[in-house]
């Protein structure tokens, strides 16, 4: 069997490399190109720095995150444009759909902060 042979028989497996039959395929993923401000760049080498993880690999992360929140603002648009009298409305609705999503996730990060701490704070008297 040829290389050739042997990576197209092995692709058809489902693994990355012809030689590694253990490692499954990623699921293929989009790239998308994006001009952000030097603000934005600063806090996210700052995040990196801190925690290792990459800008691209953050941002990724908290727009996968976010896609209800993307749909609900196409389908507030798409209602608005039917309905431009309601626009406003429509729109208004939206966001307050997406602001109570983000009130949830950061509920859920403090019960998650509050987990992981391992005193008990006493309350200062003065």
Not at 1 to 6: G, H, I, K, P, Y
Not at 38 to 62: C, P, R, Y
Not at 99 to 107: D, P, Y
Not at 108 to 118: A, N, P, S
Request: glycine share 4%.
């Amino acid at each position: 069997m040829t290389d050739l042979q042997a990576a197209q028989y092995y692709e058809s497996r489902n693994v990355t490399h012809w030689c590694d039959m253990t490692t499954k395929k990623r699921k293929p993923q989009n790239r998308m190109a994006l001009t952000i401000s030097d603000e934005l760049k600063a806090a996210l080498n700052e995040l990196n720095e801190a925690t290792g993880v990459a800008a691209a690999s953050f941002v990724a992360e908290i727009m996968e995150g976010n896609i209800p929140m993307i749909l609900g603002i196409a389908q507030a648009a798409r209602l608005a444009k039917a309905e431009p009298g309601r626009a406003l409305e429509i729109m208004q609705r939206s966001m307050l759909e997406a602001l109570h999503g983000t009130s949830q996730v950061q509920m859920e990060l403090m019960d998650e902060q509050t987990k992981l701490r391992t005193f008990q704070r006493k309350e200062t008297e003065e």
